[in-house]
């Protein structure tokens, strides 16, 4: 009989052995995460270099922009002024010659210049290396408003400073509306009459009789005063068919214009009464 020997080892469980497998595994990509983590270190401080470098250029380029004489106000343009000269535009903006050109703020420039109420708009620009250009929209005057003493306006009722009034000498006067500051009362008088007057331009009613006066004392009608002596009545609303009857009835009145004196044209059969 033979007996066998048998191993004083124990064999390992299943489960040991995945456990020690997993270990070593672990073990083996120790070293990669390690080279991984050198690798982040490395970009970041790529990043910041760049970061740092840029910053350094543009603080450079700022610094070169705002001290060199190249970009030094050499020359200021003005476009599109009529009553103002070019010298009164650059002296109202508050811009000089020989400042920073990056320096000027062309918003602060512009509102500057608005508070000039002959101007309608204005436009600044900067034209590098050295030049400032200005666009000037003035406001054209359109009528007179007498209120105690004549205040010229435009076509949006906007009150205009001294320089203007001597162009609107040959303007209508409107009386009926009161003046406050740089406003016109009753608002809609006032709208009723500037109304009338696009209406009048877009007609180009000028070239057939000069308009004197306008009167609007009363809510519903509106009386103009043309050539001296003909008196036209019109009720405040539809002025574009009104005028239109106007024109149609001077078109026909010809010579015989002079000895009209007054004309109705709240009708579509238009009185008109001639001096005898």
């Known amino acids: 009989m033979k007996w066998l020997k048998l191993s004083s080892k124990l064999s390992q469980p299943?489960?040991?052995?995945?456990?020690?497998?997993?270990?070593?595994?672990r073990k083996k990509k120790e070293p990669s995460s390690s080279s991984g983590q050198k690798e982040g270190r490395f970009r970041v401080g790529?990043?910041?270099?760049?970061?740092?470098?840029?910053?350094?250029?543009?603080?450079?380029?700022?610094?070169?922009?705002?001290n060199s004489s190249r970009f030094n106000i050499k020359e200021i343009k003005v476009a599109n002024n009529h009553a103002y000269s070019s010298e009164e535009v650059i002296e109202l903006s508050d811009i000089e010659t020989g400042g920073n050109i990056f320096s000027l703020n062309p918003d602060l420039a512009r509102e500057q210049l608005?508070?000039?109420t002959d101007f309608r708009d204005v436009s600044v620009y900067r034209l590098f290396p050295n030049t400032i250009r200005i666009d000037v929209v003035e406001r054209e005057p359109r009528a007179r408003v007498q209120f105690g003493t004549l205040y010229t306006i435009d076509d949006c009722g906007m009150v205009l400073g001294p320089r203007k009034k001597a162009a609107g000498l040959n303007l209508p006067i409107i009386r009926g509306l009161r003046v406050k500051g740089l406003s016109i009362f009753p608002v809609?008088?006032?709208?009723?009459?500037?109304?009338?007057?696009?209406?009048?331009?877009?007609?180009?009613?000028?070239?057939?009789?000069?308009?004197?006066?306008?009167?609007?004392?009363?809510?519903d009608l509106i009386e103009m005063r043309a050539n001296g002596?003909?008196?036209?009545?019109?009720?405040?609303?539809?002025?574009?068919?009104?005028?239109?009857?106007?024109k149609t009835v001077l078109s026909k009145l010809g010579t015989d214009i002079?000895?009209?004196?007054?004309?109705?044209?709240?009708?579509?059969?238009?009185?008109v009464v001639f001096d005898d």
């Open 14 to 25: 299943r489960s040991k052995l995945k456990a020690s497998s997993s270990t070593r595994r």
């Open 46 to 66: 790529g990043i910041i270099s760049l970061l740092l470098l840029a910053a350094v250029l543009i603080g450079g380029i700022w610094w070169y922009s705002h």
């Open 114 to 116: 608005l508070l000039n």
């Open 188 to 219: 809609d008088k006032r709208d009723a009459c500037l109304s009338l007057l696009r209406e009048l331009e877009e007609k180009d009613i000028g070239s057939l009789v000069t308009i004197d006066e306008i009167r609007i004392f009363s809510s």
């Open 229 to 246: 002596e003909l008196e036209i009545t019109l009720e405040q609303g539809e002025y574009g068919v009104q005028l239109g009857r106007l």
């Open 258 to 271: 002079s000895r009209a004196r007054e004309v109705d044209l709240r009708y579509a059969r238009v009185p």
